[in-house]
């Protein structure tokens, strides 16, 4: 079976700071694609990125980074220079290679929130 | 046209009626699902649908009916819901198909239909 955690249920930062929303993983299999969706207030996912488990180059996209270490089945998200308009609820998912299509296991979710 | 849209935005309705959520995208996309979340929870999976027909039924209850009449269009009829019912439901569409080397196709998920259950 596949598990996400996502130990922090709630941030609180002040815009600019740089926060890291924590993603640890659990599954038997050796291919698995992991992903981070953002959640703003209107309701809508959005997705972030996508990352399979052969590829563990860290990834930047401009104020946002990603550390994927399978050694510690983590997948952590870096906002640098936070801004407000970050505010959401930040999923991480797991999807297994033996699926047909796409079939997302989510983490609980962290809620942050940016303080002007 | 990246968007997935859904209609409408909030419903509020009583145990004894029956409505419809509905949910389109011009994305070209044959596989599209619903979800339903709870608050300060993630989206639960409920239904696929893969080229038009039913793959995978999360064992929601018959009171929730999902259709799907074309590639574009995916519909959600609701009859005799309980208040526990009440939550964010949300529609999503992807490409279909194996896991390719770049790996699984990303879901695009619409804004939701927030329904209350009176």
């Known amino acids: 079976a596949q598990k996400v955690t996502q130990a922090q249920t709630e941030i609180s930062v002040v815009e600019k700071e740089d926060v890291t929303l924590d993603c640890v993983y659990e599954t038997r299999d050796t291919t698995y694609y992991l992903f981070w969706y953002k959640q703003p207030p209107s309701g809508e996912l959005v997705f972030l990125i996508r990352?399979?488990?052969?590829?563990?180059q860290n990834e930047i996209s401009g104020r946002y980074s990603w550390n994927f270490q399978k050694s510690t089945s983590s997948f952590n998200f870096t906002i640098t220079a936070s801004q407000v308009v970050d505010s959401a609820v930040y999923f991480c998912?797991?999807?297994?290679?033996?699926?047909?299509?796409?079939?997302?296991?989510f983490g609980e979710g962290t809620q942050l929130t940016v303080n002007p | 046209d990246t968007e997935v849209t859904q209609t409408p935005k909030h419903l509020v309705m009583g145990m004894t009626n029956k409505k419809s959520l509905k949910c389109e995208q011009h994305m070209g996309h044959r596989a599209m699902y619903w979800y339903k979340q709870k608050a300060k929870k993630p989206p639960e999976l409920m239904f696929v649908y893969s080229y038009e027909k039913l793959s995978i039924n999360e064992s929601v209850p018959s009171r929730f009916s999902p259709e799907c009449p074309n590639s574009s269009l995916l519909n959600l009829h609701l009859h005799a819901l309980q208040p526990e019912d009440s939550a964010l439901y949300l529609c999503?569409?992807?490409?279909?198909?194996?896991?390719?080397?770049?790996?699984?196709?990303?879901?695009?998920f619409g804004p939701g239909t927030r329904l209350t259950v009176l």
């Open positions: 998912a797991l999807n297994l290679e033996e699926t047909s299509g796409s079939r997302l296991t």
């Open positions: 990352r399979n488990s052969f590829d563990e």
């Open positions: 999503a569409s992807s490409q279909v198909g194996e896991i390719s080397a770049g790996g699984p196709p990303v879901q695009f």
